[in-house]
């Protein structure tokens, strides 16, 4: 069984899908590593660490395709990246399979399986196969230390001889995985924190890391949250009233961090030019969901812009700034779910076309599309849709 990293193609990608560590369980499983030269380097890790735990380095990305069974990779091939690849072959990788049927739909023809690992459903079974918990948790803690970066002033509280210096106010949108890491990095460094998200069971977790949570509690308030544990749409008078209080309380706060993802849609707006203006200049807005439109009108993708002294952070790929710690965690959640699909006896690749977690990852299989997100509607469903989709903090 022949497993093949390559160098991510997207050059602002520093992150690779598997790192020495985790070869060592692969090949402890019967997997033959193959790893293009230099494509954990950005991570942290060097071809010669590959080599120590069992690996062996090819000089190119095709050399590293020929003859796989499995490739792993970050983000999902461009065109024409699975040249090479056989038919059959096993894909897995963060596909960002939403609206875009037509580029899964051409990678479908090379005959491979491909896996999208951000529908990984939500259940026990699978907590260690969760991309999306594992690259959103450090991106919330990144986003924390950037805002820490930017900001002129100290985060916590300071007592001197000189005087008090008070401790920054912060405040978080959106209380997923992102969410709560921001609350607890920023607690850490010494900040007054407060938060709010649209289910009623965050409001338990922010007060569990000591933060004020800040939210209109109406009836729709309390049934805002799916059997699943995601946040649902709100209507528009909700978010007419739930903005009208936000923006009073942004208007005193030094950082405020945004984490606010729907699956399939664009980032939903939830700071304004307006409220970015009503803050302190020198005060921090960190968009973590830059990458998807925003939340934060004026936010720029890679950038830091300031509005009215105000500082706009904008990185996109959160968890990538954190390659080596992100791409550990990452390795550990591919090789789990593709330990399930190994017959521990023949130590072969054997994919059980029934089991739950491959049922609602596969999006092709033998040269088709079968996952219902990236059919019409009328069309038959060739798998059932997973029991959960996307969270909505960044991953």
């Not at 735990?53 to 190119?60: F, L, P, Q, R």
């Amino acid at each position: 069984m022949r497993i093949a990293v390559a160098k991510e193609v997207d050059a602002a990608e520093p992150r690779v899908a598997l790192t020495p560590d985790a070869v060592k369980k692969l090949a402890g499983l019967g997997g033959e590593i193959v790893v293009e030269t230099g494509a954990g380097l950005r991570a942290g890790a060097t071809d010669e660490a590959y080599k120590e735990t069992g690996a062996t380095i090819v000089g190119s990305r095709a050399e590293a395709l020929k003859d796989a069974d499995v490739l792993l990779a970050v983000r999902r091939p461009q065109p024409g990246g699975l040249d090479g690849l056989k038919s059959g072959a096993v894909v897995l990788a963060v596909m960002d399979p939403y609206g875009k049927a037509d580029e899964i739909g051409a990678l479908a023809k090379s005959g491979a399986a491909l896996f999208a690992m951000e529908l990984m459903p939500r259940i026990t079974r699978a907590q260690v196969m969760d991309v999306l918990s594992s690259q959103a948790n450090l991106a919330g803690y990144r986003a924390v230390i950037d805002a820490a970066a930017e900001f002129g002033r100290a985060f916590p509280q300071m007592m001197t001889a000189a005087g008090t210096v008070p401790p920054a106010k912060a405040f978080v949108m959106g209380a997923g995985v992102a969410g709560l890491q921001a609350i607890a990095t920023a607690r850490r460094l010494g900040a007054q924190v407060s938060a709010t998200d649209v289910r009623p069971a965050a409001k338990e977790q922010v007060a569990s890391l000591g933060a004020k949570f800040v939210a209109v509690e109406d009836d729709e308030f309390r049934q805002a949250e799916t059997a699943g544990g995601y946040a649902k749409e709100m209507s528009a008078e909700y978010k007419k009233k739930q903005a009208e209080l936000v923006a009073s309380h942004i208007s005193k706060q030094d950082i405020v961090i945004t984490t606010a993802l729907i699956p399939g849609r664009p980032a939903p707006r939830l700071v304004t030019t307006e409220m970015v203006k009503s803050m302190k200049p020198g005060s921090v807005v960190v968009d973590l969901a830059v990458e998807r439109g925003g939340n934060v009108e004026g936010a720029k993708p890679d950038e830091v812009v300031e509005v009215a002294g105000v500082k706009i952070v904008g990185h996109v790929n959160w968890a990538g700034r954190l390659a080596a710690s992100s791409s550990a965690l990452y390795a550990k959640n591919l090789s789990a779910f593709l330990e399930t699909m190994i017959d521990k006896e023949t130590k072969s690749l054997k994919v059980n076309w029934d089991d739950e977690l491959v049922k609602a990852t596969a999006l092709t299989r033998d040269g088709a599309v079968i996952h219902p997100i990236l059919k019409p509607a009328d069309a038959p469903a060739e798998a059932p849709k997973p029991a959960d989709d996307q969270p909505k903090e960044s991953s």
